[in-house]
């Protein structure tokens, strides 16, 4: 157990506290707090709570396990690597970490075979993940190497100044710009899906869609997230009845184009490296696949 004392006023527990441990994230801070691993004067609180000058902080840090996920040597598209960090271009159909319904032959199996050294802060099953991409979209993705990369990685995803950009190729003419905006949280008729719900339902999310290419019956979009939910440019194209090309779960089957996986390409990352802080962007050229599709709208 560990002991701090609030040295300001009216600040909240969790900015505070991430603040002062340089490797904790204010996500993993708010997960210690739901999980009743901290307590101001005894007393268990939200990760909201507005601390006092000598209010006395307990923290009860879980003991560092050992990664004990298997490395295995599953093909891995190292774009840029150095000590800090590497960009990655993530291949469609590859889930991300191990989890209850898949435990191995994943890119964290496959970060572990080619990386020695991976971030800790996201724990045993998620080392060096600073952001997820779905099982089916391929693109463009952010590893951490170390845990104060991870937090300075982590930060800009918050201040969003961390820009990530997709192409997405969608059902329908759309003739103009729009942006989506909305709280997103499980559909309630279908708990695979994400929907636009509630303001106390769900979590905020905006994303701006740019026209890149119209074609007879599809629409090429560009698609820049504003914040990172899951599913949350397939949820919002659904929502306005523009599901993503090959994507089944949000009703993107389609007969005339044969895709397995969505058409949904994470292209261009740009961030703010955490050692020399200048300002990375990272473009990947189109699978072979989805640029055989576009020529054939064409």
Known sequence: MEQIKCDVNNIRLDVFLSSKFDTCTRSYIKTLIDNNRINVNNKIVKAGYKLKYDDEINIDFPEIEVISTEAQDIPLNIVYQDKDLLVINKQAGLVVHPCSTTKSGTLVNALMYHVK?????????????????DKDTAGL???????HAHKFLQDQLKDKT??????????????????????IGRNPNNRKQMA???EDKGKYSYTDFYIHTIYEHYTLLRCVLKTGRTHQ??????????AIVGDELYGGTDKDIKLKGQW???????????????????????????????????
């Not at 050294?117 to 991409?133: A, F, K, Q, Y």
């Open 117 to 133: 050294d991976l971030s800790s802060i996201n724990g045993v099953l998620r080392p060096g993940i600073v952001h997820r991409l």
């Open 141 to 147: 993705m952010l590893v951490a190497k170390n845990d």
């Open 162 to 183: 961390l820009n990530r950009e997709y192409l997405a190729l969608v059902k329908g003419r759309i003739k103009q710009d729009f942006s989506v905006e909305g709280y």
């Open 196 to 198: 636009l719900v509630a």
């Open 233 to 242: 440019i397939r949820a919002h194209l659904k929502s306005l009845n523009h």
């Open 264 to 298: 949904l390409f994470a292209y261009k990352i740009s961030f703010v490296h955490p050692t020399t802080h200048e300002k990375m962007t990272f473009q990947a050229d189109l699978p072979t696949n989805f640029n055989s599709i576009l020529e054939k709208l064409r």
